[in-house]
């Protein structure tokens, strides 16, 4: 598949982009197409655009970009008509020393979806600490997948697999992607709490 990730540049866009391009055309996205070429050096096989060229050329993108810029995703709404869109967003706020979830309803998931009301988005990768994309390969995690229909699922469960050692879940409709985001402050606390070092999802089943 060919994936635009958008924010590439950064410490989680760019172990993304580093994962994804194992077995998929990477394009990394940045609002300064000179910092996006440049990022693309250090990841074989990838190259480097603005927001808007490296949509247009994708068939999916990942915005791997702050939540406090997710209104940026309007502008692209054209670009991304008919694409899978996966939200990496995590709304995060601190009070008290402690990571608390800021929004009262919704998730950013959601929000993500109204600015782009003719893509098919779907949340991936929010609960994956960056340096364990960084390395060689990951270790083996399950990354939770909120989309509104099958079809999407299996879409981003996909490019999920696509990464050695990732199991994707399906938690249910993009209303529950709240849950998926606020999953992620609950893993930086406790890590934080227990000193525990960066955690992840990783879930263990029973079958009799």
């Given at each position: 598949?060919?994936?635009a990730v958008l924010g590439g540049t950064g410490a989680m866009g760019g172990a993304?982009?580093?994962?994804?391009?194992?077995?998929?055309?990477?394009?990394?996205?940045?609002?300064?197409?000179?910092?996006?070429?440049?990022?693309?050096?250090?990841?074989?096989?990838?190259?480097?655009?603005?927001?808007?060229?490296?949509?247009?050329?994708?068939?999916?993108?990942?915005?791997?970009?702050?939540?406090?810029?997710?209104?940026?995703?309007?502008?692209?709404?054209?670009?991304?008509?008919?694409?899978?869109?996966?939200?990496?967003?995590?709304?995060?706020?601190?009070?008290?020393?402690?990571?608390?979830?800021?929004?009262?309803?919704?998730?950013?998931?959601?929000?993500?979806?109204?600015?782009?009301?003719?893509?098919?988005?779907?949340?991936?990768?929010?609960?994956?600490?960056?340096?364990?994309?960084?390395?060689?390969?990951?270790?083996?995690?399950?990354?939770?997948?909120?989309?509104?229909?099958?079809?999407?699922?299996?879409?981003?469960?996909?490019?999920?697999?696509?990464?050695?050692?990732?199991?994707?879940?399906?938690?249910?409709?993009?209303?529950?992607?709240?849950?998926?985001?606020?999953?992620?402050?609950?893993?930086?606390?406790?890590?934080?709490?227990?000193?525990?070092?960066?955690?992840?999802?990783?879930?263990?089943?029973?079958?009799?």
């Amino acid at each position: 598949m060919k994936v635009a990730v958008l924010g590439g540049t950064g410490a989680m866009g760019g172990a993304v982009a580093r994962q994804l391009s194992r077995n998929n055309v990477v394009i990394i996205g940045s609002r300064d197409p000179a910092r996006a070429e440049e990022a693309a050096k250090l990841i074989k096989g990838t190259t480097g655009a603005d927001y808007s060229t490296a949509t247009r050329g994708a068939e999916a993108a990942v915005f791997a970009i702050p939540y406090t810029a997710i209104g940026e995703a309007a502008g692209l709404a054209n670009e991304l008509k008919g694409k899978l869109v996966i939200s990496m967003f995590n709304p995060l706020k601190l009070e008290g020393g402690l990571l608390n979830y800021p929004l009262e309803k919704g998730s950013a998931a959601e929000e993500l979806a109204a600015l782009l009301p003719e893509s098919r988005v779907a949340t991936a990768f929010n609960n994956v600490p960056s340096h364990m994309f960084a390395k060689e390969e990951p270790v083996p995690m399950d990354i939770l997948v909120a989309a509104d229909s099958k079809e999407t699922f299996d879409e981003a469960a996909a490019l999920v697999r696509s990464v050695p050692n990732l199991r994707p879940l399906h938690v249910g409709p993009l209303s529950q992607a709240q849950m998926v985001e606020r999953m992620t402050a609950l893993l930086l606390n406790l890590a934080k709490l227990n000193k525990t070092g960066a955690l992840a999802t990783k879930f263990v089943s029973r079958k009799d």
